[in-house]
């Protein structure tokens, strides 16, 4: 009779552990961003650079709504995207906000910056005088 008493308690004991983990909330607000990545790096990658422009900007939306800070490196995601469709200031402008939210990224966000501004056709028509 003891040993069925410890198998039961043990065995509540790992199921309510094991609950715990799986309902833990996450600080951020994810939305599709993780699936989008995934689809985008895969094989058979059939989300164009639009679509995940799209998909993140609408995470960013909904993660406003639901007052949760969004995961390091979203909005340097998107700016990574927008720099691909030639939108250099909105990349500047998410690449501003990412170093605004995680202000340790700032030496690596600031070269990112560099970068783009040298892209910009702005800057190339300096150089061209």
């Not at 605004?100 to 990112?112: C, K, M, T, Y």
Request: proline share 5%.
């Amino acid at each position: 009779m003891q040993i069925k008493t410890i198998k039961l308690a043990v065995f509540t004991l790992l199921t309510l552990t094991l609950t715990a983990c799986a309902n833990k909330p996450t600080i951020y607000y994810w939305g599709k961003y993780p699936s989008t990545i995934q689809q985008a790096l895969s094989d058979q990658a059939t989300v164009s650079v639009d679509e995940q422009i799209s998909l993140i900007e609408k995470d960013i939306q909904n993660a406003n709504h639901t007052n949760k800070p969004l995961p390091p490196s979203m909005h340097a995601h998107l700016a990574l995207l927008l720099s691909e469709v030639n939108k250099l200031d909105l990349a500047i402008k998410h690449l501003l906000i990412e170093k605004q939210l995680f202000p340790e990224s700032s030496s690596f966000v600031d070269a990112l910056i560099t970068k783009l501004k040298q892209r910009s056709p702005a800057s190339q028509t300096q150089t061209k005088n």
